[in-house]
């Protein structure tokens, strides 16, 4: 039985290029996903060996989608597709069980043999990002990365980023409008940002949206 993967990015022709390399690899690409909410169900529907994820999609990021597909009785390995080299970010994704991180300026062999790794069991890297995740592992030993949002703070930067109204993030997330202004004003807090330009800018750099 070939290898089975989940391929989930809002990019077409990202997606499209990814699947042609690797079924040239003799991997199967069971299905496709613009996104987070889409992967999610796609996992949950197929029970594919291995998801690959970018982190900057639309509804739910990469890191949120990662959360819920690995909950599964029996989840597939997560890897994530990134531009990042930010510890924050790598030890969010390392606490929800992601198990590859492949930066998207690697060449197709990467990306192969993160899938093949994590398949096995193991944890790939791409070097670009080795020392984010000794940071991370330094945060989980109890050395701080200062202004961490939880993961339900960065959905809603997320979608206050993409121009979501309030009501509509309530809807998307969930909860209440008042749960949704609580944690507007706690993330403007902890980042010492006072507009939504500056929320976009922040998801930006964060790499929860792309420009």
């Known amino acids: 039985m070939p290898l089975r993967v989940l391929l989930a990015d ?8 990814l699947k042609a390399l690797l079924e040239q690899q003799g991997i199967e690409v069971v299905g496709e996903a613009s996104d987070g909410h ?4 796609l996992a949950r529907k197929l029970a594919p060996d291995v998801a690959v994820l970018d982190v900057a999609m639309p509804g739910l990021n990469g890191v949120a989608a990662a959360r819920e597909i690995t909950q599964a009785a029996a989840p597939p390995r997560v890897i994530l ?12 994704a390392l606490r929800v ?7 998207k300026a690697q060449g197709a062999a990467d990306l192969i043999r993160a899938i093949q790794e994590v398949y096995r069991g193991g944890l790939y ?4 990002v080795s020392q984010a995740v000794i940071d991370a592992c330094n945060a989980a030993a109890g050395t701080p ?3 961490r949002l939880s993961e339900r703070e960065r959905q ?3 979608l206050v980023a993409q121009g979501k109204a309030t009501k509509e993030i309530a809807t998307l997330l969930k909860i209440s409008v008042k749960t949704v202004e609580f944690h507007r004003s706690r993330i403007m807090t902890k980042l010492n940002i006072h507009d939504t330009a ?3 800018r922040y998801a930006i750099r964060e790499g929860l949206i792309t420009p």
Not at 10 to 17: A, K
Not at 38 to 41: I, P
Not at 81 to 92: G, N, Q
Request: hydrophobic fraction near 50%; glycine fraction near 12%; aromatic fraction near 4%.
């Open 10 to 17: 809002d990019h077409l022709v990202l997606r499209q290029g």
């Open 38 to 41: 889409a992967a999610v169900e």
């Open 81 to 92: 597709l990134t531009a990042l080299e930010d510890a924050r970010f790598v030890a969010d």
């Open 97 to 103: 069980g992601v198990r590859g991180f492949v930066l």
């Open 125 to 128: 890297v791409s070097p670009g």
């Open 145 to 147: 990365i200062p202004d």
């Open 156 to 158: 809603v930067v997320q």
């Open 198 to 200: 500056g929320l976009v």
